[in-house]
């Protein structure tokens, strides 16, 4: 089973940014991807970035450019660096473990972080 913690939620204006980390109790299952996903009161989880085992993304097409997800599978980490923060940006923050891309069906969730952009 594993554990996800995320970290460096916060509040920023628009243009700022802030970087996102995970960290993982145990190495997640290779063969599957680690995602960010967000949700604000009202809206269903929306996937935002994902990476796979080898480093290939995706991202959901309106934080294309803007955030940039990575993994460091020595620390068990993963991150989200986000810059050129909108407004729209803003909820909770999810990171995931053992999913398919940017779809919600994964088996791990950690408990979330804020996202704040005025």
């Known amino acids: 089973h594993v554990q996800l913690v995320e970290s460096g939620g916060g509040s920023v204006q628009a243009g700022g940014s802030l970087k996102l980390s995970c960290a993982a109790s145990?190495?997640?299952?290779?063969?599957?991807?680690m995602g960010w996903f967000r949700q604000v009161p009202g809206k269903e989880r929306e996937g935002v970035a994902s990476i796979d085992s080898d480093g290939r993304t995706d991202y959901v097409a309106s934080v294309k450019g803007r955030f940039t997800i990575s993994r460091d599978n020595a620390k068990n980490t993963l991150y989200l660096q986000m810059n050129s923060l909108k407004p729209e940006d803003s909820g909770m923050y999810y990171c995931?473990?053992?999913?398919?891309?940017?779809?919600?069906?994964?088996?791990?969730w950690g408990q979330g972080t804020q996202v704040t952009v005025s």
């Open positions: 145990l190495n997640p299952t290779s063969d599957y991807c």
């Open positions: 995931a473990s053992d999913g398919w891309w940017l779809l919600p069906e994964y088996n791990y």
